[in-house]
């Protein structure tokens, strides 16, 4: 199993920055996609940004531009820099990773973990 640690959601005003953190611990995955999602009220949860575990990365079209994901796998933490923050950023991001099933394991699931989400809030 793995557990995924959040850090560095806050309030900020529109135009400013934050980055967020995410930690990884316990079983690791040589191979792997890592992601940032969000959940703004009455919406559905939408991908922000995610990063493979050989360092190619993919945004939504929204985010492009003014954020950044990027990983230290010697620490295994995924982060995200966002920059050039709106108000219809805020919402409740989450760290995501997933991995292949295991080998030789038939029926088995791909493995998905969540963290619990840290809240972001974006005043104009």
């Known amino acids: 199993q793995v557990q995924l640690v959040e850090s560095g959601g806050g309030l900020v005003q529109a135009g400013g920055s934050l980055k967020l953190s995410c930690a990884a611990s316990g079983r690791t995955f040589s191979i792997n996609v890592m992601g940032w999602y969000r959940q703004a009220p009455g919406k559905f949860r939408e991908l922000v940004a995610v990063?493979?575990?050989?360092?190619?990365?993919d945004y939504a079209h929204s985010v492009k531009g003014r954020f950044t994901i990027s990983r230290d796998n010697a620490k295994n933490t995924v982060y995200l820099q966002m920059n050039s923050l709106k108000p219809e950023d805020t919402a409740v991001y989450y760290c995501?990773?997933?991995?292949?099933?295991?080998?030789?394991?038939?029926?088995?699931?791909?493995?998905?973990?969540w963290g619990q989400g840290t809240q972001v809030t974006v005043s104009s």
């Open positions: 995501n990773l997933k991995a292949p099933n295991d080998q030789g394991i038939v029926g088995q699931a791909p493995y998905d973990y």
């Open positions: 990063i493979t575990s050989a360092g190619s990365t």
